[in-house]
Structure formats: structure tokens, C-alpha cells
């Protein structure tokens, strides 16, 4: 007999009852009609938000540990960790330099400030100190030094992910010089604590849509939605150059691995729409880097690219530099020669890699430009105090997929990408599994004793499951149910 069609109530409420994209989605909505109805309670429901990316960052940097320091051991080779770290820094380079001239031509071409003529002595330079909270942005010898941990400890409790990626890799690479007879149990440990912390990110994945709901009131609440009448054209122009780039680096990511960034998109949607609702990518790195190694990406390039590239890999944020920079230019009627234009992309350069965890410092990184050229007064800057908060969806999203899209450059680049399982990942024919919920099996992938390639190999020649389905290849990602195990097992790159 045929199976009956549930009614479409019934369908609609499984969807929300099992569908994370569905709950943010209806979460984003009403925390819009919450915060225009009833904008007096925009602090009310603002620890919701801040609550979640509490919790998340709590995990971050034991995750970003356990992942390195697994790929390490299981790659059993240093020298190719340093291949990626190297390929990643040149990746990042060229993808922020682009970011940077693309916003600057848009803004010479549209000209978002053009006509304002704002008087800057009138401006509440102030309020910019207030935002930034007096700090500075470090110096290059600065952010160099601050990325070497003074203590174990304290990097894991500042939340440093570059200390905490330095620590990995000291820690990764002492395992393979003392190899697994001396140290047999540090490794397994190490991988079940993985397992312990991504069990720990599916609990407070469940508390996204309350996250999603408590920011958007927030926001709504506390700036208006007038801000987007007075600065449309700045707003819009943002966004368009950032679509712009996205477009541009979906055909880098085509070319260089034949899979589509739009197919990515969607495959974390549920992802993308929880970054933008709560203003901040460091809400889904842990979920970013499971669906980024469930879909072909090797573990050690996962645990490498990706948090690197929050520090140094600022796509969007590169954008919102370049072009508010001229902006404030326009707005005070200064016109910048070419010459001036050129110092503003290469102070960019280095002030935007020191952005990262420092309040404020889109304005900092401003105001340091503004200070470089000697053109612009430094209190202009407060002109984009109305609209930061706004521009922040565009810097999440635009930093986030350009972070994620250098993990499967990187990997290919490298050889550390299943291509063929990545493909069939995106197209959704293979499912994406919780880790949490599906802990892996495969003794012989985790094996300190060889290389990820090699226990990969093993592991698909040897074992069957139980209902006689062959077990699939490891390449980093965690095993695969029984209804995934029933795909061909992907080739091992």
C-alpha cells in the first residue's frame, strides 16, 4: 500500500522541529519584528546572543588543538604541514590584496561620499576612542611576538587561536619525533577529546535560533532601521563589491577544483544564515570545520587554513577598509591622488592583519590610515560609527566563505582534498553526519603508528560493515553511517 503524504501543517513543523536552517530562519525573522515593535527591548534579549558566543568560544581553541595535532600525527609529515602553512599565508595574501583594490576602484567608480560635505570639527571624535576603547592596533614585530604563547595555559584562556595553533604544532610534531612507541596513549586521548568537544558543539548548536533571535532584536532595537536610509548608498555599494568578490573567487574555487562555492553555500546554509545573525563567524568554526572535512578536506589542512585565516584572511573586512576609507575622504571633500591611494592599500595590508579579537578595530585600522595620509582628519572616522554594526553581516559572510573556500585551495593545492567525495558531499549524496552522533570506528585511520594516506588505504581494503556494505576510505573525516556507508568509497587524493 502507499505510504501516506503527511498534510503540509505536519510537514512545516517536522522542518522546524529537525531543521537548523529553519529554526534560524524563523528565529532572524521575529527577532526583526520583535525589534521594530518593541525597540525598548533591545538589551533585554542582547544576552541571548552574547550568551551563545560565549559558549562557542569556549570550544574554539581546544578544537582548533585536537584537530591540528591529530593532523599532524596522522599526515606523518612535518614538511607538508609547512607546505600548507606556507600555501595558506600566499593564498590569504593575494585573496585580501584583491579585496582591497576591488573596494577601492568600486569606490572611486561610485564615489559613496561624494556630496556629503560633512565638517569634521563638528564630528564626535570621542565616541570613536569609546568604541575602540583606547587601544592601539599591535605593530608587526608586535603581532608577531603576540602570536608566540607565554604560557600553555594562558593561550588557551585568552583564547588565542594563533598561540593555540603555535602550541598544535609543537605538540603535533613532537609526536612524530617521539613516535607511538614511546608515547602510545597521547594520540587516541587526544582524538577522544576531539570526540568530547564536538559532542559539546552539537548541545549548544541547539541554543542557535534563541542566539539568532536575541541579536537581531538587538540590533533592530538599538540602531533602527533609519541608519539604512542615511547611508544606502554606502550600505549598498558594500554589499554589491562583496557579492562581486564572492563571484570572482567561486570561479577561482571552479578552476582550481572543479567544486561550485554556490553548492558550498548551500551545503552550510544553515551555517551562513547563524553567522549573520549573530554578527560573528566564530559562532560556527567548529561546524565549519566538520562540514569542511566531512567533504574531502584532510584534517591537517582543516585545523591549519581555517583558523589562520581568521587572523590573517579578512576578505570582507578588507572591503569595508578600502571603501570606507574613501568614504570618509568623499564625505570631507578631500580628493586622494592616486599616489595617496596606493599608501592606503599598503597600510591596509598590514593594519588589517592584526585585526582580529581587538575591540573596535575597524576603527582603529581607520584611523591608522587616516593618520598615514595626513590628509584626512582622524575624527572623521566617527562618520561610520551609524553603520558599522550593519556592515557586519557583509564582513561575516564575505570573511567566512573566503576562509572556507582557502581550505579547499589550500587542500588542493596540496593534495590533502578528496575531490570526488567533496563533489558528492555538496550535491548531497552523502549526508552530513554529526559527529557527535556517529563517533568513528576505524582503529586503523587513528593509528599513531602511520600516515593518514596509508591508514586510509588499509582501512578501505579490510573491513566491512555489518549489514555487508564496505566500509568508506578515511581522509580525515569522521566514519560514515550505515545508508552513507552504501556509497562507493571515495578514491584517497
Known sequence: MPQPVPSQPRRVARMLRTSLFAQVGVALVLGIVVGRLWPDTASTFQPLGDGFIRLIKTVISPLVFCVVVVGIAKAGNLRAFGRIGLKALIWFEVASTAALLIGLIAANVVGPGSGMNVDPSKLDASAVDAKTAGGDLPTTGEFILNALPQSA??????????????????????LLHLGHTKVPKILPAVEQAQEVIFAIVGFVMKLAPLAVFGAMVHLVGEYGLGVMKTYAKLIVLCYAVALVFLVLLGVALKLMTGLSLWKFVRYTRAEMLLALGTASSESVMPRMMQKLRQAGARDDAVGLVLPTGYSFNLDGASIYL???????????????????QITVILVLMLTSKGMAGIPGSAFLALSATASSLGAIPAGAVALLLGVDRIMDSMRVVTNLLGNCVAVFAVSKWEGALDTDRAKKMLDGEIKFVEEDDEPATDATASSPTRPLSEAAETSAASTTSTDGAEAPARTGAPALSKTEAREPAPEVS
Open 322 to 340: 578600502s571603501i570606507g576609507t574613501l568614504f570618509i575622504a568623499q564625505a570631507v571633500g578631500v580628493d586622494l591622488s592616486l599616489s595617496q
Open 153 to 174: 595555559i594562558g593561550a588557551f584562556a585568552e583564547n588565542s587561536l594563533l598561540q593555540v595553533l603555535v602550541l598544535a604544532c609543537l605538540v603535533g610534531a613532537a
